[in-house]
């Protein structure tokens, strides 16, 4: 791509990679242009983790403070029956990341605080998706729902993990494994009674609920149980609701308050389904895939930080093809994903039993759950618990220096 001046390059997704991409893009002299389905920026979202890598890619872009300042306060994980008792917990420590990282904050928050970094930089658009692209040696033609034709360099997919784009684009390279459970996210409201504790409640039934501290004066709560259907995902939300009343009647704790809470805000209540995304190969002539959209898993842990280093390094080998008269992007593409595709490959694989061994449906099997619980949470395993299955840190790639993919770098 050497000689060209400030090639354009749609961004597809507008929460997390989507603006992170945007950012190195353009540090690393392309236009960038961030699409967004939704019709505004996304508020709404969960607690989320920044581990391992992603450490230094937040501090490389300087963000690092601005995350710190806005901490869920999260104090730990505690384990309860369904009357409350806390029967096993860990609690967070300082500098290490454990089920409450170093590093927790809303997804909502995290977009915003990227997407300010782009402000008056970037063009970003609301309410449009890609509904088809024609690739040619020298460009790709992109169709909008909305009627728009236009002509980029290259088209980035920085979407979610059911990414429509990437089903449209690459589906010969897609391959999505259901995983067998359906997730209900939502914020209800804290009571003075509360505390700052992320709680985890198994019981019977493949049942579970947990609830989860945020820096806004609410809480972030789920549900989940298992499910090989997608059809949950379709209803209206007042039918979900409804099904998840039946399904966790007598379920015990708070489960009531919370499914209320969810009632009560619509707003940002959302379903998910747990599935698992595999692609062949992360990019497809002129088209690339980052993210969620390209290995998505579902709440591992690693989905942020894997996020947050799969933009920085597509962003710099992107710049490197950019300076480079014998490289191209077909160059940089195969570079991202020798560099990163072990260390994702792993970060995907989940724990043997998993999900269904955190979601018992007898009274034997929840015993079972709660004495693998004790047993994570000892001393003596804690560590190599919180290597090996919490955060997956495998494989990490060294990262490249990519000097101008840092905040204080001066940049033309």
């Known amino acids: 791509m050497s000689g060209q001046s400030r090639p354009r390059v749609l961004v597809t997704g507008g929460s997390i990679a989507g603006p992170a991409l945007a950012w190195g893009l353009l540090r690393e002299g392309f236009e960038p242009v961030v699409l967004e389905r939704s019709p505004r920026q996304r508020s709404a979202g969960q607690n989320i983790d920044i581990r391992g890598l992603g450490h230094e890619v937040v501090r490389r872009m300087g963000i690092r403070d601005a995350v710190l300042d806005r901490l869920t306060g999260e104090a730990g994980t505690r384990f309860i029956r369904a009357d409350g008792h806390v029967y096993a917990e860990i609690p967070r420590q300082e500098g290490q990341d454990g089920p409450t990282a170093e590093l927790e904050i809303l997804r909502g928050q995290l977009a915003e605080i990227l997407l300010d970094r782009i402000t008056d930089q970037v063009e970003v658009r ?50 999505y494994r259901d ?7 939502g914020t209800i409201d804290r009571r003075p009674e509360d505390d700052d504790w992320w709680y985890f409640m198994t019981t019977t039934q493949g049942r579970v609920v947990n609830a989860r501290p945020d820096n806004l004066g609410t809480i972030r709560a789920s549900v989940s149980f298992p499910s090989r259907s997608s059809d949950f995902a379709t209803l209206p939300v007042p039918a979900q609701l409804a099904q998840l009343r039946d399904r966790f009647r007598g379920a015990g704790w708070q489960t009531d308050r919370i499914l209320d ?26 088209i690339g895939v980052v993210g969620d959209a390209a290995w998505g898993s579902g709440p591992t842990g690693m989905g942020t930080t894997l996020a947050l280093v799969g933009v920085h390094v597509l962003a710099g080998e ?36 998993m999900p269904r061994l955190m979601h018992p449906k007898t009274s ?5 759950t709660r004495t693998l619980h004790r047993v994570v949470t000892s001393g003596l395993l804690r560590p190599i618990v919180e290597k090996a299955v919490i955060t997956t840190q495998k494989h990490e790639p060294q990262l490249s220096e990519y000097p101008r993919l840092r905040a204080d770098a001066s940049v033309l």
């Open 126 to 175: 609301y309410g449009d998706f890609v509904t088809g692209a024609d690739q040619d040696a020298d460009g790709i033609d992109v169709r909008f729902e909305s009627g728009l034709r236009e002509r980029f360099d290259l088209l980035l997919i920085a979407e979610g993990r059911s990414s429509r784009s990437r089903r449209l684009l690459m589906p010969e390279q897609t391959d």
């Open 179 to 185: 995983k067998g459970l359906t997730v209900a996210f």
């Open 261 to 286: 809470g969810f009632a009560s805000r619509p707003e940002e209540f959302y379903t998910d389904q747990w599935g698992q995304v595999v692609m062949s190969s992360w990019s497809h002539g002129r």
């Open 318 to 353: 992107l710049g490197r093809s950019l300076r480079d008269p014998d490289d191209s992007h077909h160059g940089a593409f195969t570079r991202y994903e020798q560099l990163l595709r072990r260390y994702v490959d792993s970060a995907q694989g989940l724990a043997p039993g």
């Open 364 to 368: 034997a099997g929840l015993a079972v």
